[in-house]
């Protein structure tokens, strides 16, 4: 089981939003230490947060960010894009930048850092999805997120053989900046930050934040319009 107190933990895209609930989470429940990063990091005021560049597409700024962050026991894979397009407006090019990030670049850092973490004694990947994983209609992110879904499914016995835990977290809207322009019910980042902690913790491979993504992934075994969006 994973102890996040005196850990190191990484959080991709942990300077904003999400990902800083997630970071302050962290320190919260007494992790040492804190690596967030961003396309262009800011300063922080906090010595336990060490503000580090990564664009998730770029696979040379993943290697580095590896070489930057050799004592992590937690990865967050927060990273990721929205793309309100449906997938018959979008572009190819489009459609593949967006499973660039979503998709490709959280795989590629599961990939370099599970020998980093299995190195370090296991620890714990989280992957954060989304409902939308699951809800048809809504586009080419959701086709993403349903990917990346699948990613999380299969790395997770595979990381178990080096006693890494494997943690997929999915939640509808969170009160984000990403999210601002959209008048939908939001969850408080912080919540699902908390709860995803203590998932962690409880060694779980699922966490479902909101009753939304509950609801969700209770229907999956109805017809397929009951997950259709309207």
Do not use: C
């Not at 700024?61 to 962050?69: D, G, K, V």
């Not at 590629?108 to 850092?113: E, I, K, Y």
């Not at 990381?159 to 008048?183: E, F, I, N």
Request: no cysteine; net charge negative; hydrophobic share 45%.
């Amino acid at each position: 089981m994973t102890t996040v107190k005196g850990a190191v933990a990484l959080v991709t895209g942990g300077q904003r939003g999400l990902g800083q609930a997630f970071a302050q989470a962290l320190l919260d429940e007494g992790a040492a230490k804190v690596y967030v990063t961003a396309r262009q990091p800011t300063p922080t005021e906090d010595p336990r947060l060490v503000p580090l560049p990564l664009d998730v597409t770029d696979e040379q700024s993943i290697l580095r960010l590896a070489e930057a962050a050799p004592d992590v026991n937690i990865v967050i894979n927060n990273a990721g894009t929205i793309a309100p397009a449906g997938l018959t407006e979008i572009s190819p090019d489009d459609t593949r930048a967006v499973f660039e990030t979503n998709v490709f670049g959280p795989l590629r850092v599961a990939q370099v850092f599970a020998p980093i973490l299995a190195a370090n004694g296991g620890g714990a990947l989280v992957d954060i999805h989304s409902v939308l994983s699951w809800i048809a209609g809504s586009g080419v992110y959701g086709a993403s997120k349903a990917a990346f879904w699948s990613v999380t499914n299969s790395l997770r016995p595979i990381l178990a053989r080096s006693g890494t835990q494997v943690l997929g977290v999915h939640l509808g809207y969170a009160k984000t900046d990403m999210t601002a322009a959209l008048d939908v019910p939001k969850i408080d980042p912080a919540d699902v930050a908390r709860g995803t902690v203590a998932a962690i913790l409880a060694g779980d491979t699922e966490y479902l934040a909101d009753d939304v993504s509950r609801f969700a992934k209770g229907a999956l075994t109805g017809p397929p319009e009951a997950l259709a969006m309207v």
